[in-house]
T-cell receptor, first 121, second 113 residues
């Protein structure tokens, strides 16, 4: 099956610093990648959708200047949390959707990364 | 706006029991519905994907059904095992644009030996 990786898996940073999280599709080309956030004991909430080579589309209530998303290639998307604060501490999960037939699955299937746990002190 | 609800929020059963997890959604104009498993502190594992034109999907001890008109899906787990203990999430794929997934609130399952 298709594999999506995230790096780092865990990060601790000081308040006010910026943190970059990478999402990679390892064995398929992802035209679309999604970024989710999950607070403890809650479900996943979609933050933004990114398409390769174009600006990300943010969900209502998500600050685009705080959560910078770059989808520079068909296998890599990055999420940068700028000037992180303790309330940004969360589990961030990305998913990637392949082109038709490239990964052996249907094109609408999203493959999820293992997540990145961010703790802002 | 699509809203997805899962009942029960938590479930504790002894090993060997058959069980049903429920998922309901408010907008029946969906593209697909997917069931996931999430272990504590981990990412998602896709279990079953049902297209909007399908009524059910089966994989091993798992069977998921979809009744789009009534906005409901169930996940049936047969002969539960302690290794099935996890949080189960259903997610509904939208019918337009990027076909974004809207996730349910999840059911935390504990299967005791």
């Amino acid at each position: 099956g298709a594999v999506v990786s995230q790096h780092p898996s865990r990060v601790i940073c000081k308040s006010g610093t910026s943190v970059k999280i990478e999402c990679r599709s390892l064995d398929f080309q992802a035209t679309t990648m999604f970024w989710y956030r999950q607070f403890p004991k809650q479900s996943l909430m979609l933050m933004a959708t990114s398409n390769e080579g174009s600006k990300a589309t943010y969900e209502q209530g998500v600050e685009k200047d705080k959560f910078l998303i770059n989808h520079a290639s068909l296998t890599l998307s990055t999420l940068t949390v700028t000037s992180a604060h303790p309330e940004d501490s969360s589990f961030y999960i990305c998913s990637a959707r392949s082109r038709s037939g490239t990964s052996g699955g249907t094109w609408e299937t999203q493959y999820f990364g293992p997540g990145t746990r961010l703790l802002v002190l | 706006k699509q809203e997805v609800t899962q009942i029960p929020a938590a479930l504790s059963v002894p090993e060997g029991e058959n069980l049903v997890l429920n998922c309901s959604f408010t907008d029946s104009a969906i593209y697909n519905l997917q069931w996931f498993r999430q272990d504590p502190g981990k990412g998602l594992t896709s279990l079953l994907l049902i297209q909007s034109s399908q009524r059910e999907q089966t994989s091993g001890r798992l069977n998921a059904s979809l009744d789009k008109s009534s906005g409901r899906s169930t996940l049936y787990i047969a002969a539960s095992q302690p290794g099935d203990s996890a949080t189960y999430l259903c997610a509904v794929g939208g019918n337009t644009g990027f076909q974004k997934l809207v996730f349910g609130t999840g059911t935390r399952l504990l299967v005791s030996p």
